[in-house]
């Protein structure tokens, strides 16, 4: 066997802080596998890796040779490789992540400023605006991501503490009082940590429940998200007006808002129950309080101005801090005990066992997060009455953000249900009314006929859905939960459904005091086609226009990318989506209504993802006006949220598009594109689309999906609560667009990020000029960009040769060769257009960063290959098998970084 380290880092060559601590971290890694399994096992890993590395090397057309003396390790062996190099890509995934911190870092303190962040955005749109119009922007922006769970999640929580422990070790490091000795222990409790990682099961050993998902976007949430919000607020306020900034009042308010589906999305999850939703709001708010009064306290206890030293209280405070105290007289007397003469302090303090108080349901509690910011504000008042603006607008400011963006619910819990289970509610209800926009608008109009009960069991759940919603408002403030996603939105009468079903559930006098915002979901191709339709449809039905004038003709829309791209592909399901948005903010404009788009994006190429910024930027012309609304997912979660420095990186460049794309400049430019480009793209579109149709709908294509990919193997994984499918059928019309997208990335195919873009491309590019005309494109439609760069992307993560094995596994040569010709041409007019002479050729960083990582992902593509071929040949799967199979889903995972 060779002698080569199994985890040093191979060319490209690293910066010289990542490459210190990759080769830090392998060598711990090296050093804990030894202990644990002995130099043997360490050297078998070496073999391995050194093996696909000179398969790579000499361009050999097969692996064939390679998987059968993979095949012949035994399985446990098998399995402790996968879960070693999974170990090696989490970590190498670790050392990155700091690097891009760093370097960001080092950027700035030397003066560059990073194109991509804040000051950058509003630099940009101060030029094209001016400063007050600018200004005024920042004022009126909306930022809403929302959590949602991830049913091919591969991470569970212990690993990922163990992660954020080891990350936390890395960060002792750039310590200035480093040295030897420090180094040494570092070096020590990282061995003891990745020990603890390698006798960790990288697998739950039952499937989570919804409020197990739950707590795990509650460790987000309250941990790192509810620490940056204030970071963003105060960066935009300084990138105004870098000269005053902390010294006089903020020129940015709070526009950061949350919301979750994790606990409210019953969409085919059968265990997201009635119960399940009232939980979830009750955890979300208790965290949300929790996290408000530990705040609160820490701010009390370093405001300790007196009067007698310069910070006098105004006549109101003292009025208010009287009414604190009586409410709380020994609280008080123990104050004044501990901090005689701070009433700032006092003040609060005193605040901050109310917010316990509200958060045990106990007397003195508040009547709602406005009544805390209220007296947030009195204090803001009296500072700066006593002429001490510094501290009004210091950590009392953070605060102030943090409660007006998580309220007392932390985020706003949305309910989601397919418009299917309506019907059949309104079956049970009143047969006949289901789709008749007549008859439901006089149900909610007129209410239903006296005695009408439901009879089905799916018929009371989703009326006690309703009373939750209810009950949650109740409690913590309509923000708590009030909106309802309807899924597959094909018509008004689905969005009429929700409303009447409100009515059913409701008393009128709760129905008077009952916030709702109902929001069509439009998912396929076609769905998105209808969407102006289906609103103009709405909006003509009795009393809509009036529901729309109490909400401020504000209305809200969402766009599915996941299903869209998993009927038509990602070209042209990318194609729609922009035109819609395109034709609905002009619906909007001249209807006079304020419409927020809700961008459903996945983690994945296929499902939408890639970089947010990129995307923002290529939205269509109008859609975002300060407002953007959008999905973040699963390990997208994780890997935009696993530090507070990785969440401020994140949602900087986030108000950086936000921001840029907001401007009438921009707006006039992009329709000027679209209206250039628009034929072309629909040419494109139509080709692309018909490929991949041609793909789907052949015969046998289902059986030769489960067989190529591991996609039965990945729905044993217990690492989501939800179903693959959402109905008991197992064709391709029922599977969830995520696990799809997962099996493909995992076979190293990555079919749904690519598959019909070479088509498309070849349709405009083989006419005269057409090469000309699609360059053009890409360099000056934002929109085309991205959707480029995600093709090439899932093509840089693919590997042709493991690939191709993986699809022989299917039994279809047919089908095969469609797929390969199909991925060549792809190739072919991707680096045509980008003008390359390889993939990623103009983005070395990315190229690196695949590169490094894919000894690791080849070794674990040929584990997983060699024992599905096995297991296909088996008539009875065996256990064993199936779990190295599992263990390389959650290395790929690591090594690919994304699932689906």
Known sequence: MATHHPLRPLPPQLPEGLQYEVALLAGVLEDALAECEGQEFVDRVTWLRDAVVRQRATGSGSVDELLAEVAELPPDIGRKIAYGLTAHC?????????????????????????GEGIVAGVSEVTSLIGKQDTRRLVQRLRIHPVFTAHPTEARRRSVTRILRRIAAELK????????DALIQDIRRRLVEEVTNLWRTSPFRPTRPQPIDEVERVIAVLGQQVFQVVADVYREVDRALDPTTVGGREPLTGAFMRYGSWVGGDRDGNPFVTADVTRETGKRYAEEALLRLEEHTRAVALSLTADPASGAPVTEEFERSLAEDRSRASEAADELERVAPEQPYRHKLELSADRLRATR????????????????????QRSLLDGGNPRLAYGVIQDLKWRAESFGFHLASLEIRQHAAVHERVLDDLLPGTAGDVDALATLVQDGWPEGTEPSSDEAREALDTIRAMWDLQQRYGPEACYRYIISFTTT?????????????????????????SVVPLFETRADLQRAPQVLDELLAAPGERERLEAAGRELEVMIGYSDSAKDAGLLAAHVALHQLQGQLARWARDQDIKLTFFHGRGGSMGRGGGPLNRAIRGQGGGSVDGRFKVTEQGE???????????????????????????????????WRQ????????NQMAVASERRFRELLDAEGFAEYFTLATPYDEIGQLAIGS?????????????????????????????????YGVGTGLAAVGEQEGGLDLLRAMRREWPFFQPVLEMAEMSLAKADKLLGRSALELGNDPTLTEAIMAEWELTEEWLLKVTGQESLLERQPALRA??????????????????????????DEPDPFDQLVVKTTVAGLSAGLQNTG
Not at 361 to 378: K, M, Q
Not at 495 to 515: H, K, Q, S, Y
Not at 731 to 754: C, E, K, M, Y
């Open 636 to 670: 997208v979660i994780f890997a935009r949220y696993r530090s507070v420095n990785t969440g401020r990186r994140h949602l900087e460049r986030t108000v950086n598009a936000v921001l840029a794309t907001s401007t009438p400049h921009a707006e006039e430019r992009a």
């Open 172 to 179: 002792r490091l750039d310590e200035i009082e480093v040295d």
């Open 90 to 114: 989490l970590l190498l995934n670790i050392a990155e992540d700091r690097q891009r911190i760093k370097t960001s870092r080092m950027k700035g303190r030397a003066g560059q400023v990073d």
């Open 360 to 379: 045990l349901a106990e007397d003195g509690a508040y009547g709602g997060p406005e009544e805390f910011v209220a007296d947030l504000d009195l204090v």
């Open 674 to 681: 679209e209206e250039r480009f628009a034929d072309v793209a």
């Open 849 to 874: 960063a695949v590169a490094l990582r894919r000894p690791d992902i080849d070794a674990l593509s040929l584990l997983q290959l060699a024992t599905l071929s096995r297991l296909r040949s088996q």
């Open 722 to 754: 939800r179903p693959a499918h959402r109905t008991k059928a197992r064709d391709l019309s029922s599977l969830r667009a995520i696990p799809w997208v997962f099996a493909w990335s995992q076979s190293r195919v990555n079919l749904t990020g690519w």
């Open 492 to 516: 008004a009468a689905d969005l009429l459904a929700v409303r009447a079903l409100v009515r059913a559930a409701l008393t009128d006098e709760e129905l008077a005091n009952f916030r709702l």
